[in-house]
């Protein structure tokens, strides 16, 4: 597809279940982004993605919070043991750095339309 | 990241020029202004983006001014689907993730 494509686009889930939310990116684009939302909030960085590898977890808020990317495309959050705070829109993003003599002139990030996860 | 203020909420009558500020009197040198927007229920759109110049696209222009501690976004004809929540954000063009405040919500009216 032309955008980024995220699936579910909602989820309703039970306290104490897993949950696995996907993330088609934009083909060709090597970066990848997770970001939650909640209501009425601003976005909270969760992880990024270069290629397979993420040189950045630092946004993950406990270690039940977990994502891979593979082929360096697709990805997946899983959400192991969902809390009721776990509540949220969660947001992926995809970006493709564009040089011009070798100075990094743009990089944006394009944004799906996020899952919106319920823990009852 | 340079951290930004923007006003929670403004007003735009349908039709006029909206113009959304922005203050980052802590940017760096190498730091450039994005501007973002959040409609209801979607995800963050990509709007424009500047280091000094002024920019142009067909969505908005950007003024940054010449200290680049702040900058406007224009939105040069407001309709009622420019209603949304419209963050700016200072980065550098190799940063990892956005740093996305509060924003200021714009609310066109009829």
């Known amino acids: 597809g032309a955008g980024v494509s995220q699936s579910p686009s909602n989820k309703v889930t039970e306290k104490g279940k897993d949950v696995e939310l996907r993330c088609d990116p934009i083909?060709?684009?090597?970066?990848l982004y997770w970001y939650r939302q909640r209501l009425g909030q601003g976005l909270e960085f969760l992880i990024y993605?270069?290629?397979?590898?993420?040189?950045?977890k630092s946004g993950l808020p406990s270690d039940r919070f977990s994502a891979e990317r593979t082929g360096e495309s697709v990805s997946t959050l899983t959400i192991q043991r969902t809390q009721q705070e776990d509540s949220a829109v969660y947001l992926c993003?995809?970006?493709?750095?564009?040089?011009?003599?070798?100075?990094?002139?743009?990089?944006?990030?394009?944004f799906g339309a996020g899952t919106r996860l319920s823990v009852l | 990241d340079a951290k930004t203020t923007q006003p929670p909420s403004m007003d735009c009558a349908e039709g006029r020029a909206a113009n959304l500020p922005c203050n980052h009197s802590?940017?760096?040198?190498?730091?450039?202004v994005y501007w973002y927007r959040q409609i209801h229920s979607q995800g963050p759109q990509y709007i424009i983006h500047?280091?000094?110049n002024n920019e142009t696209n067909e969505m908005a222009s950007l003024i940054i001014t010449e200290d680049r501690k702040s900058s406007t976004l224009i939105l040069p004809h407001a309709t009622l689907r420019d209603t949304a929540v419209y963050y700016c954000?200072?980065?550098?063009?190799?940063?990892?993730?956005?740093?996305f405040g509060p924003g200021t919500r714009l609310s066109v009216l009829p």
């Open positions: 993003a995809s970006s493709h750095r564009s040089l011009a003599g070798g100075v990094l002139t743009k990089n944006i990030q394009y």
């Open positions: 083909s060709g684009h090597t970066a």
């Open positions: 993605f270069q290629g397979n590898s993420a040189p950045d």
């Open positions: 802590t940017i760096s040198g190498n730091e450039y």
């Open positions: 500047g280091l000094k």
């Open positions: 954000i200072v980065r550098l063009n190799y940063g990892q993730n956005f740093v």
